[in-house]
C-alpha cells in the first residue's frame, strides 16, 4: 500500500491523526495533514484506509497495489 | 451475527444517493467484507463528487472539476458497485423492498440506504425559474455561478450563512461588487454567536461588500424571465443581473412520501427529514444517513438533523456497519470549516448563539483566537466546554492549539483518543477557577493527587474526545498534566 496526500485539500480537521496517529501527524502551525508513512506497514493498513474515507476534504488517496 | 432491521444478512445493499454519506456506506460494507451486490443510485451525472469546495475553489476558478472527484476513477472501480448515476429515485415501497427510478425501471434490495440529501430552498419570492436568480448546491448550479460572475456586474447574495458568505468572499476576490443581505443581525451568527459573527461582518465589509443585515428581501424584479434587481424589505432596490439564493436546504424526500418512511414534520418533530433510530435505521430493512437523515438523538430525547460535511461521512460509515450487523464506530464531536477570504475557521462540538462563549486563546482584535462556547454560568461566562470555534489567518500560531496531539491513557490502560482543544486559562483565572468543564484536562495536583474537579488557572486545558463517558472518571495522563472525564450535565456554580 502507498499513501498520497493533497495538501491543498486538507482543511485540518485532524480526523486521520484520530484513526491512524501512527500514519498522519498535522502541523504544529496550521494543522495541514503530515504524511509520517507514505507506505504504511501491515497493521497499520486498516487505519490508514479508514482515515482515507473519513478525511472530510478527500484529500487522502491509498493506492493498494503499491 | 443479526443485524437490526435485517432478519438474515442481505445480499442486496442499495444506496440512494451518489454523494458523501452515500459512498461512505459502499465504502464501509466492502471494508467490512461484503461481497454481494451494493447497487448506487445518484440523481447527477458523472462520479461521486465533494461539495464544499462548490462555494470555494471551483466557485473561484482555482480547481476544476475533476478536482472535486471523492474518488479517482479507477479507486471507485474496485468497489464493484452497480452505478447508476443521472437516475432519481421516485418513490419506494418498503412491502415488496423496491425502489421506483425516474426511467422506469425498478432495483428491488435487502438493505436500503437513503442519502439523497439536501436541495436547496428557492422560493417563488426569491426569483425561482428567473435567469440569472439561482441558488447553489450542485456542481451544475456552481459552474453556472462561475460563469454569471465571470460576466460581470454585481452579485447579491441573499443569505450570509456558509454558502453566501463563501461565495461573497470568492465574488469579491474576482473583483466582483457584492451586495449581501440577511435578515439576521449578523452573518453565520446562529452558530458563531454574536461577537465571532461580528468580526466575519467586519472582515466582509472590509473586503468591500455591501453587507445588508437585518433586512430581508420582499421581491426579485425580473425583465423577460431575467432578474435585474433585488427590493429588500426596507423599500432599497439593488440592481443585479445576478442573485445567489443562499437561504438554507430541505432533506430531499419528495421520493418518500407515501412509502411508510417516517418523515419528520418541524412542527411536531422539530426536525425534518428521515426519522431514525440512534444508529441510522428508519424502518424495516431501511436506514438513512447524511443530509436526509435526522437520528434520534438520546442524549436530548429528539431527532437530530445535520449538514456537515464530516457528519455526513460518518453516518454514512457507521449505517455500513451497523447493516450489516456490525458494530458502528463511534461517532466524533460534530465539526465543520469554512474558508472566507484568508480566514479559516474550524468548529468542534456544540456551539451557537443561544450559548456562553469566552476568547481562550489570541484575540477578537486580532482575528485569530480560540473561543469555547457552552452553558452560562451566573458570571455571563461558559461553564461547561461544548464547543470550540478556532479562526485564524494563515500562519496563525493560535490554531496549533486546535490541534496538539495528547495521547492519554486511563489508569487501566486503555488509550483515549483526544487532541487538546483550547487553553482555558483565560476563563478559569482571575475567576477563581470556578469554570467548569464536561471533557477536561487540568494539571495534577503537586502532591501527585488526583486532580480536583475545576480548572486549575494556569494550565486548563480541554479535550474534546471521541466518546463520552457515562460516569465521571478520573484518569491518569502526562507527569504534570490529568484527565477527567464526566457527562455534559450543568450544575450551578457554586460562589
Given at each position: 500500500m502507498k499513501i498520497t496526500i493533497e495538501e491543498e485539500k486538507c482543511?485540518?480537521?485532524?480526523q486521520c491523526v484520530l484513526v491512524a496517529p501512527e500514519v498522519f501527524d498535522q502541523r504544529d502551525e496550521d494543522g495541514i495533514v503530515v504524511l509520517l508513512e507514505p507506505v504504511p506497514p501491515a497493521d497499520q493498513q486498516a487505519a490508514a484506509r479508514e482515515a482515507a474515507q473519513v478525511c472530510p476534504a478527500a484529500a487522502i488517496h491509498i493506492h493498494e497495489e503499491a | 451475527m443479526t443485524a437490526p432491521g435485517n432478519a438474515a444478512p442481505p445480499r442486496h445493499v442499495v444506496v440512494v444517493g451518489a454523494s458523501a454519506a452515500g459512498l461512505a456506506v459502499v465504502e464501509e460494507v466492502r471494508r467490512q467484507g461484503f461481497t454481494g451486490e451494493v447497487t448506487l443510485v445518484g440523481d447527477e451525472p458523472g462520479l461521486p463528487y465533494d461539495r464544499p469546495p462548490l462555494s470555494k475553489q471551483l466557485l473561484a476558478g482555482e480547481w476544476e472539476t475533476d478536482r472535486l472527484l471523492l474518488r479517482a476513477p479507477e479507486r471507485f472501480e474496485e468497489l464493484e458497485v452497480t452505478h447508476r448515476p443521472g437516475t432519481a429515485a421516485t418513490g419506494l415501497d418498503t412491502g415488496t423492498r423496491t425502489v421506483r427510478l425516474a426511467d422506469g425501471g425498478t432495483v428491488g434490495y435487502d438493505a436500503l440506504v437513503i442519502a439523497t440529501g439536501a436541495g436547496a430552498v428557492h422560493p417563488p419570492s426569491l426569483g425561482a425559474g428567473l435567469r440569472g436568480a439561482q441558488v447553489l448546491r450542485s456542481l451544475a448550479d456552481a459552474l453556472q455561478l462561475r460563469g454569471s460572475l465571470a460576466r460581470g456586474g454585481r452579485l447579491v447574495v441573499v443569505g450570509a450563512g456558509f454558502v453566501g458568505a463563501e461565495a461573497a468572499a470568492v465574488a469579491r476576490g474576482m473583483g466582483v461588487p457584492v451586495t449581501m443581505v440577511d435578515p439576521l443581525p449578523l452573518p453565520m451568527v446562529n452558530v458563531l454567536g454574536d461577537e465571532v459573527a461580528r468580526l466575519l461582518a467586519g472582515r466582509h465589509t472590509a473586503a468591500g461588500v455591501d453587507l445588508r443585515c437585518g433586512v430581508g428581501v420582499e421581491e426579485v424584479l425580473a425583465d423577460g424571465g431575467r432578474a435585474r434587481g433585488v427590493v429588500l424589505t426596507d423599500g432599497t432596490v439593488v440592481e443585479t443581473g445576478t442573485v445567489l439564493v443562499a437561504v438554507g436546504a430541505r432533506p430531499a424526500v419528495r421520493w418518500l412520501e407515501g412509502s411508510g418512511v417516517r418523515l419528520g414534520d418541524r412542527g411536531r418533530d422539530g426536525v425534518e427529514g428521515v426519522l431514525c433510530d440512534p444508529r441510522g435505521l428508519a424502518a424495516d430493512g431501511v436506514w438513512a444517513a447524511g443530509d436526509v437523515a435526522a437520528w434520534f438523538d438520546p442524549a436530548t430525547g429528539r431527532h437530530r438533523r445535520g449538514e456537515h460535511r464530516l457528519g455526513a461521512a460518518e453516518q454514512g460509515r457507521a449505517v455500513g456497519a451497523a447493516l450489516l450487523g456490525a458494530e458502528p464506530p463511534a461517532p466524533s464531536p460534530p465539526y465543520f470549516w469554512s474558508d472566507q477570504y484568508d480566514l479559516k475557521l474550524q468548529s468542534y462540538g456544540a456551539t451557537g448563539r443561544d450559548m456562553a462563549s469566552a476568547v481562550v486563546e489570541g484575540s477578537l482584535a486580532e482575528g485569530r483566537f480560540i473561543a469555547v462556547y457552552g452553558h452560562r454560568g451566573a458570571d455571563g461566562l461558559p461553564r461547561t466546554v461544548d464547543g470550540v470555534i478556532g479562526i485564524s489567518a494563515q500562519g496563525c500560531g493560535c490554531r496549533s492549539a486546535l490541534h496538539k496531539k495528547t495521547t492519554i491513557r486511563s489508569a487501566n490502560g486503555a488509550r483515549i483518543e483526544g487532541r487538546v482543544m483550547a487553553h482555558c486559562a483565560d476563563i478559569a483565572g482571575g475567576r477563581g477557577g470556578q469554570t467548569r468543564a464536561g471533557n477536561g484536562m487540568c494539571r495534577r495536583a503537586p502532591n501527585g493527587a488526583p486532580p480536583r474537579k475545576q480548572f486549575s488557572a494556569r494550565t486548563s486545558a480541554f479535550l474534546l474526545l471521541r466518546r463520552r463517558e457515562p460516569e465521571p472518571t478520573v484518569m491518569t495522563a502526562t507527569a504534570d498534566h490529568a484527565i477527567y472525564l464526566e457527562p455534559f450535565v450543568p450544575e450551578p456554580l457554586t460562589p
Amino acid at each position: 500500500m502507498k499513501i498520497t496526500i493533497e495538501e491543498e485539500k486538507c482543511c485540518g480537521a485532524g480526523q486521520c491523526v484520530l484513526v491512524a496517529p501512527e500514519v498522519f501527524d498535522q502541523r504544529d502551525e496550521d494543522g495541514i495533514v503530515v504524511l509520517l508513512e507514505p507506505v504504511p506497514p501491515a497493521d497499520q493498513q486498516a487505519a490508514a484506509r479508514e482515515a482515507a474515507q473519513v478525511c472530510p476534504a478527500a484529500a487522502i488517496h491509498i493506492h493498494e497495489e503499491a | 451475527m443479526t443485524a437490526p432491521g435485517n432478519a438474515a444478512p442481505p445480499r442486496h445493499v442499495v444506496v440512494v444517493g451518489a454523494s458523501a454519506a452515500g459512498l461512505a456506506v459502499v465504502e464501509e460494507v466492502r471494508r467490512q467484507g461484503f461481497t454481494g451486490e451494493v447497487t448506487l443510485v445518484g440523481d447527477e451525472p458523472g462520479l461521486p463528487y465533494d461539495r464544499p469546495p462548490l462555494s470555494k475553489q471551483l466557485l473561484a476558478g482555482e480547481w476544476e472539476t475533476d478536482r472535486l472527484l471523492l474518488r479517482a476513477p479507477e479507486r471507485f472501480e474496485e468497489l464493484e458497485v452497480t452505478h447508476r448515476p443521472g437516475t432519481a429515485a421516485t418513490g419506494l415501497d418498503t412491502g415488496t423492498r423496491t425502489v421506483r427510478l425516474a426511467d422506469g425501471g425498478t432495483v428491488g434490495y435487502d438493505a436500503l440506504v437513503i442519502a439523497t440529501g439536501a436541495g436547496a430552498v428557492h422560493p417563488p419570492s426569491l426569483g425561482a425559474g428567473l435567469r440569472g436568480a439561482q441558488v447553489l448546491r450542485s456542481l451544475a448550479d456552481a459552474l453556472q455561478l462561475r460563469g454569471s460572475l465571470a460576466r460581470g456586474g454585481r452579485l447579491v447574495v441573499v443569505g450570509a450563512g456558509f454558502v453566501g458568505a463563501e461565495a461573497a468572499a470568492v465574488a469579491r476576490g474576482m473583483g466582483v461588487p457584492v451586495t449581501m443581505v440577511d435578515p439576521l443581525p449578523l452573518p453565520m451568527v446562529n452558530v458563531l454567536g454574536d461577537e465571532v459573527a461580528r468580526l466575519l461582518a467586519g472582515r466582509h465589509t472590509a473586503a468591500g461588500v455591501d453587507l445588508r443585515c437585518g433586512v430581508g428581501v420582499e421581491e426579485v424584479l425580473a425583465d423577460g424571465g431575467r432578474a435585474r434587481g433585488v427590493v429588500l424589505t426596507d423599500g432599497t432596490v439593488v440592481e443585479t443581473g445576478t442573485v445567489l439564493v443562499a437561504v438554507g436546504a430541505r432533506p430531499a424526500v419528495r421520493w418518500l412520501e407515501g412509502s411508510g418512511v417516517r418523515l419528520g414534520d418541524r412542527g411536531r418533530d422539530g426536525v425534518e427529514g428521515v426519522l431514525c433510530d440512534p444508529r441510522g435505521l428508519a424502518a424495516d430493512g431501511v436506514w438513512a444517513a447524511g443530509d436526509v437523515a435526522a437520528w434520534f438523538d438520546p442524549a436530548t430525547g429528539r431527532h437530530r438533523r445535520g449538514e456537515h460535511r464530516l457528519g455526513a461521512a460518518e453516518q454514512g460509515r457507521a449505517v455500513g456497519a451497523a447493516l450489516l450487523g456490525a458494530e458502528p464506530p463511534a461517532p466524533s464531536p460534530p465539526y465543520f470549516w469554512s474558508d472566507q477570504y484568508d480566514l479559516k475557521l474550524q468548529s468542534y462540538g456544540a456551539t451557537g448563539r443561544d450559548m456562553a462563549s469566552a476568547v481562550v486563546e489570541g484575540s477578537l482584535a486580532e482575528g485569530r483566537f480560540i473561543a469555547v462556547y457552552g452553558h452560562r454560568g451566573a458570571d455571563g461566562l461558559p461553564r461547561t466546554v461544548d464547543g470550540v470555534i478556532g479562526i485564524s489567518a494563515q500562519g496563525c500560531g493560535c490554531r496549533s492549539a486546535l490541534h496538539k496531539k495528547t495521547t492519554i491513557r486511563s489508569a487501566n490502560g486503555a488509550r483515549i483518543e483526544g487532541r487538546v482543544m483550547a487553553h482555558c486559562a483565560d476563563i478559569a483565572g482571575g475567576r477563581g477557577g470556578q469554570t467548569r468543564a464536561g471533557n477536561g484536562m487540568c494539571r495534577r495536583a503537586p502532591n501527585g493527587a488526583p486532580p480536583r474537579k475545576q480548572f486549575s488557572a494556569r494550565t486548563s486545558a480541554f479535550l474534546l474526545l471521541r466518546r463520552r463517558e457515562p460516569e465521571p472518571t478520573v484518569m491518569t495522563a502526562t507527569a504534570d498534566h490529568a484527565i477527567y472525564l464526566e457527562p455534559f450535565v450543568p450544575e450551578p456554580l457554586t460562589p
